[in-house]
């Protein structure tokens, strides 16, 4: 089993940044696709970020404006987030898998930190 925390979120205003960062515990964290998935008020859950192996994917609507990463040694993986937008403002969750999806039913979710974006 294993454990993800997610940290970082927060209240900014549009235009600013934010560093989310999601810790795992209980298993070998390099093995793992890492992600990032984001669901607002009324809305449902929408993917934003993965890391599989050294590969990074991103929904379009974030490309260039976030980054994913991750740090094996600390078992890490952070979504640097630039150029925050009002429409940004969700709960966001970090995942994790086994199998090396990135969507779908992945196997790890954390408990989600709320990112807050005023205009």
């Known amino acids: 089993q294993v454990q993800l925390v997610e940290s970082g979120g927060g209240l900014v205003q549009a235009g600013d940044s934010l560093r989310l960062s999601c810790t795992a515990s209980g298993r070998t964290f390099s093995s793992l696709s890492m992600g990032w998935f984001r669901q607002a008020p009324g809305k449902e859950r929408e993917f934003v970020a993965a890391?599989?192996?050294?590969?990074?994917y991103y929904a379009e609507d974030v490309k260039g404006r976030f980054t994913i990463s991750r740090d094996n040694a600390k078992n890490t993986v952070y979504l640097q987030m630039n150029g925050l937008k009002p429409e940004d403002t969700a709960v966001y969750y970090c995942?994790?898998?086994?199998?090396?999806?990135?969507?779908?039913?992945?196997?790890?979710w954390g408990q989600g930190t709320q990112v807050t974006v005023s205009s």
């Open positions: 890391v599989r192996w050294s590969l990074t």
């Open positions: 995942t994790g898998d086994t199998k090396g999806r990135i969507t779908g039913s992945l196997d790890f």
